[in-house]
């Protein structure tokens, strides 16, 4: 990518190399303005302050390789001083380290943990591992994980083979798993099948099943029947914002734990036991190497808090 450094005092001209091709233009900025806080950089692009190939843009505009971006004088000295990675944190990205070669890492998420900062959260795991790795410039999330969703995340370490990823999961040849828990799930398979639409109340961010929303499949089997709670498995077959949350709460199974789409019973069910969290853990990935061809095959083991729960559980059964 020829590349200028963006500085306060000038505009700086950007041209995109196959690295970048079909980047979003949004996500193009935050990775080259870092520091910028992100209400700036979509501020810039609504003005037109932002041109693609002379004209203007929009965030969700797919870049090509050699198109000139124009990004006007901005200040970014904040992104001078990296945002500070306690010992702490670095130690328990190490350790949630369950796979890595030189062109991928997948992660063992911790509950609680966002997958990049925004929405009040500062530093997320994609940009703890910018910090704790400076030389590599083309990290970037393969797909993305609730904060509060534990469990299985890929970070691709070159943006060639993000887009090799990307074809695979449009393709259908990234097998995602995950285990939740629900009430009210009924016989062993469920499938749901309804389309997805995001909305925006206020400042936070809704699903909800409509006609008008994208086509959205959740295939849910049952594993194992507890005290009034089902410990069920969802297969992906999309991979809609909330999808599994939603789904669950719109066939009747709402998941426990959930602020956003449960219920006072399952959140009280927690209490009583003295735990709060979202109860879903992406478990399983499944999918062919883009480089070897070879099948890589990754399973996450639930952390202390969720393992705690369903033992709490398995007791009053």
């Known amino acids: 990518m020829s590349d200028e450094t963006p500085a306060a005092n000038r505009v700086s001209f950007v041209t995109i190399d196959e690295g970048r091709h079909g980047q979003r233009l949004d996500n193009f900025l935050f990775t080259h303005l870092k520091g910028v806080p992100k209400s700036r ?8 302050e932002v041109r693609v190939n002379k004209g203007r843009a929009r965030q969700t505009t797919r870049l090509a390789t050699g198109d000139v971006v124009r990004i006007p004088p901005i200040r970014t000295s904040e992104s001078e001083a990296p945002p500070v990675v306690s010992s702490g944190l670095t130690e328990r990205l190490s350790r949630a380290c369950v796979y890595e070669d030189d062109q991928l890492f997948i992660f063992n ?14 530093l997320g795991l994609i940009e703890a591992l910018r910090v704790i790795h400076p030389a590599e410039k083309e990290m970037e999330l393969v797909h993305r994980l609730d904060r509060d969703t534990s469990g299985l995340i890929m970070v691709a370490r070159k943006r060639a083979f993000l887009r090799k990823m990307q074809r695979l999961m449009q393709a259908g040849e990234v097998e995602k798993r995950y285990w939740l828990l629900c009430q009210g799930f009924k016989g062993k ?10 909305m925006q109340n206020g400042n936070e961010r809704i699903v909800r099943v409509s006609r008008e929303g994208k086509a959205s499949v959740t295939h849910f089997r049952m594993l194992e029947r507890l005290a009034d709670v089902q410990l069920v498995e969802a297969t992906l077959e999309t991979g809609r914002t909330h999808q599994i949350r939603v789904h669950s709460q719109f066939g009747g199974f709402p998941l426990l734990g959930d602020d956003k789409y449960g219920t006072d019973k399952g959140a009280a069910l927690l209490a009583s036991i003295g735990h709060k969290r979202l109860c879903l853990h992406a478990r399983n990935l499944v999918f062919p190497h883009p480089n070897s061809g070879k ?10 808090d969720f393992e705690a729960i369903l033992k709490t559980l398995r007791g009053a059964r």
Do not use: Q
């Open 41 to 48: 950089v979509y501020r810039i692009i609504r003005s037109g």
């Open 295 to 304: 099948k890589v095959t990754i399973t996450a083991p639930l952390d202390e």
């Open 109 to 122: 998420k911790p509950a609680g943990l966002a997958v990049h900062g925004g929405s009040g959260v500062s």
């Open 189 to 198: 398979e469920r499938t749901m099948d309804a389309p997805l639409l995001k």
